[in-house]
């Protein structure tokens, strides 16, 4: 098994910082509108190459909210920068050329087109490379520009409503979001597999599985400081619009703050973790086989969890759980009837050297808690699609904590936490 670790820390900057709840790709630098030096204080220029406007075959909701960021070169050269997962996908059609030789292939999601032409130079013979957007037009000239232009047939359009002229020996997919499941690709992976992989077919990546860790953090007090100042800022700016204008805010406070509750205390943050940060083991919440699982095992998850804290007192003190971490490694193995030569894996955990792109998903605790060595965290999460946008999630986590008091656990009334991931 050869086990990927990272080698750079890619630069990441939050959604959030831009406030509107809606969905982009795992990039938030390569936005449909860039800010631009003006005599105002901010300037909106819209960008509009052709690699950017909206194909007919992608609804304006679904483009405007995921697709359309997939569509710059400078959120592709992002992804292309993050060097666990260059490296991983690289290994792993590289070190089995064996299972690529020959072979048809078919590419879902393919960008800019790396996969295919690492699966071409592989040796497959054919290679199906699919892409929504109008990416493609850049994907069919780095292919030819590659010299695999004759084997890659570039396709655009929803993996859905492709039609192949022929079943495929692998699919490879770089589907991943955060927390795994954001931004629901899997789902066209595993249409096309059962659409269009032959009996025995390989899928790479093969298997996934997704961790929780309680962890420590100083972001939970800060952003609860934020929440406080925004509520702070509405009472002035009530008070002020009153006495100005005689227009009386108040009545929308509640509103406010509920927005603003679901903006800071309610919403999971990107975080790079150091491995010093988690106060326990990391404890596997699901496992996914992708050549078994169904559309119905990814789109909503019901896991029971339990975490053990080996935190050590300081001063006398307890260690303060700031939240609960979550992230997912994914395993490229091939399929049973045609096993991969060597397994390769692509983790997202902690790690001293920084994170990849997608981080970790951080559900923070408002107020932490404190424990000691020995604690557990018993509970379970449910996590489902957005109804307003099926590309984001919302996260429920139920969990007590079980105090161990002369070897012999209490557990303390429930908590109940909601998140969203956006």
């Known amino acids: 098994m050869l086990f990927v670790t990272r080698y750079s820390q890619p630069q ?7 406030r509107p709840a809606f969905a982009i790709s795992r990039s938030t630098q390569a936005l449909k509108y860039r800010v631009t030096n003006s005599k105002a204080p901010f300037h909106l220029k819209k960008v509009t190459t052709m690699a950017v406007s909206k194909p007919d075959n992608i609804p304006d909701g679904d483009f405007s909210n995921y697709f359309c960021t997939y569509g710059y070169l400078y959120h592709q050269k992002e992804m292309l920068e993050d060097q666990v997962r260059m490296q991983s996908y690289y290994d792993s059609v590289f070190k089995n ?3 690529f030789k020959d072979k048809v292939v078919l590419d879902v999601g393919t960008g800019s087109g790396v996969l ?3 699966a071409a130079k592989a040796g497959a013979k054919k290679v199906y490379a699919i892409e929504a957007t109008n990416m493609t037009v850049h994907a069919k000239k780095l292919c030819e520009n590659n ?3 004759d084997i890659v047939e570039v396709m655009q359009g929803y993996m859905e409503n492709i039609e192949l002229p022929e079943k495929v020996d692998i699919i490879i997919s770089e589907w991943m979001g955060y927390f795994l499941l954001r931004e629901s690709m899997l789902d066209s992976v595993l249409v096309a597999r059962d659409k269009w992989l032959k009996p025995g077919g390989a899928l790479y990546p093969s298997h996934c599985r997704m961790f929780l860790a309680p962890i420590r953090s100083n972001q939970p007090s800060k952003k609860y400081m934020d929440f406080q100042d925004s509520i702070g800022n509405w009472n002035d700016f009530s008070k002020t619009t009153y006495e100005k204008y005689g227009v009386d805010m108040q009545c929308l406070s509640p509103e406010f703050e509920k927005e603003q509750t679901q903006y800071f205390l309610q919403t999971s943050s990107w975080v790079d973790l150091h491995p010093n940060q988690m106060i326990g083991p990391p404890k596997v919440l699901k496992e996914f086989d992708l050549h078994t699982c169904t559309l119905d095992d990814v789109k909503g998850l019901h896991e029971e969890f339990e975490l053990t804290m080996e935190a050590k007192e300081t001063n006398g003190q ?11 490694d994914v395993h490229f193995r091939g399929s049973e009837q045609n096993p991969a030569t060597e397994e390769v894996v692509l983790s997202t955990a902690p790690d001293e050297q920084g994170a990849t792109h997608w981080g970790q998903q951080a559900f923070w605790l408002h107020p932490s808690t404190g424990v000691s060595s020995g ?3 018993k509970g379970s999460l449910h996590m489902l699609r957005s109804k307003e946008n099926h590309r984001l999630m919302n996260v429920n986590i139920t969990f007590s904590h079980n105090r161990l008091v002369d070897g012999q656990l209490y557990a303390a009334p429930p908590r109940k936490c909601m998140y969203n991931i956006e």
């Not at 307890?318 to 997912?328: K, L, P, Y």
């Open 12 to 18: 990441h900057m939050s959604i959030l910082s831009l």
């Open 97 to 99: 050329k064996a299972q």
């Open 116 to 118: 295919a032409i690492w």
């Open 147 to 149: 010299g695999v232009g």
């Open 318 to 328: 307890e260690t303060q759980v700031s939240g609960i971490g979550g992230w997912f």
């Open 375 to 377: 604690d557990k965290f």
